[in-house]
C-alpha cells in the first residue's frame, strides 16, 4: 500500500511558475511509474505528466508540454512537476499517483491505470 501526498499548491499569477511535490511513503517507491493529473471544477479528470520507475522515459499531456517537467527522486520517494509559463487554464487540483503497468517501466495517461492516489493540490492562476 502506497500513500501520496502532494505540496506546493498555491495562488499565483499568470506567466509564474510553482512546483508540486508528492512523497510517498508505505512501498517501494522505485517501483512504480508516477504521474500527474488534474481536475479544474465541472470538468474531467485530465492527465498531464508521467515518468516510468526508473526515470528514463517521461511523456507530458499537450496542453502543458514545453512547460510541465515532471521528475523524480527515488532516493527521496519523491516526484515533482516543475510548472512554467503557467496560463489561467491550468488552474485545477493536482493529484499525484502510482501505477504499476509494466512493472513500472511503461507510461499511460488513463487514470485508470494507476492504483494509488493522493489527496491532490489546488493551484489557482490568477491574471
Known amino acids: 500500500q502506497v500513500q501520496l501526498v502532494e505540496f506546493g499548491g498555491g495562488l499565483v499569477q499568470a506567466g509564474d511558475s510553482l512546483r508540486l511535490s508528492c512523497a510517498a511513503s508505505?512501498?517501494?517507491?522505485?517501483?512504480?511509474?508516477m504521474g500527474w493529473f488534474r481536475q479544474a471544477p465541472g470538468k474531467e479528470r485530465e492527465f498531464v505528466a508521467a515518468i516510468n520507475r526508473n526515470a528514463a522515459t517521461t511523456y507530458a499531456g499537450d496542453s502543458v508540454k514545453g512547460r510541465f517537467t515532471i521528475s523524480r527522486d527515488n532516493a527521496k520517494n519523491t516526484v515533482y512537476l516543475q510548472m512554467n509559463s503557467l496560463k489561467l487554464e491550468d488552474t485545477a487540483v493536482y493529484y499525484c499517483?502510482?501505477?504499476?503497468?509494466?512493472?513500472?517501466?511503461?507510461?499511460?495517461?488513463?487514470?485508470?491505470?494507476?492504483?494509488?492516489w493522493g489527496q491532490g493540490t489546488q493551484v489557482t492562476v490568477s491574471s
Open positions: 508505505g512501498g517501494t517507491f522505485s517501483s512504480y511509474a
Open positions: 499517483a502510482a501505477g504499476a503497468t509494466g512493472g513500472g517501466y511503461l507510461l499511460s495517461s488513463h487514470w485508470n491505470h494507476y492504483a494509488y
